[in-house]
């Protein structure tokens, strides 16, 4: 499936398990949520011939300061984001295995739900309101998100190293190797 045409006329191929929806006006819809004195608008749910009522839905979109924002339809989940891969990913992740359909939202709108996306995206626009948390707290924050990219990194190449051993081993049944020989390299025994 296919996420709506932009504005170059462009098409690119959704991750797997993701469904996108039409963008939406978040005017359209009679379902308020409260979030300091403010009402949020989000679209109506397709019904149950568009989208299967199992199938989570997340609306996705930008809040007033430009960050991205993903909030669950039911308010289970949400979190706000710097870039738009991230939050399609956020919630891609939150509906593991079975995936998720996004509807993205044209106007702006606020997480009204407890932030579980970046912490850092949310010290800075604490610090942008004048809540400033303190130099020592916010280098703590950017260390912790630091090390949890380094997890996530090594967990992928672990990964990968399992699945290169599983095709070698499927292939050609422990009696070789995969690897790579140019004039650098020393002989093979």
């Not at 932009?6 to 963008?23: D, E, Q």
């Not at 609306?59 to 993903?70: D, L, P, T």
């Not at 995936?99 to 604490?126: K, Y």
Request: contains cysteine; positive net charge.
């Amino acid at each position: 499936m296919n996420i709506p045409l932009n504005p170059f006329g462009i098409s690119r191929p959704l991750p797997p398990g993701v469904i996108s929806l039409a963008a939406a006006r978040a005017e359209q819809t009679p379902h308020p949520r409260r979030l300091c004195n403010t009402v949020i608008k989000f679209p109506q749910r397709p019904d149950a011939s568009v989208l299967d009522t199992t199938i989570p839905l997340f609306y996705i979109g930008q809040n007033k300061n430009g960050f991205w924002v993903a909030r669950e339809a039911e308010g289970r989940s949400g979190g706000i984001f710097l870039l738009k891969r991230s939050t399609v990913r956020f919630a891609r992740k939150q509906s593991e295995p079975a995936g998720c359909a996004t509807m993205f939202l044209a106007e702006p709108f606020e997480l009204d739900i407890e932030n579980q996306g970046s912490r850092l995206v949310a010290a800075a626009m604490d610090n942008a309101a004048g809540g400033a948390p303190s130099f020592a707290a916010f280098v703590g924050m950017a260390l912790a998100e630091w090390w949890k990219l380094i997890a996530q990194v090594s967990c992928a190449l672990a990964s990968e190293r399992r699945n290169r051993d599983a095709i070698e081993k499927e292939l050609f049944r422990d009696q070789y190797t995969l690897s790579s020989k140019n004039d650098d390299d020393p002989p093979l025994p």
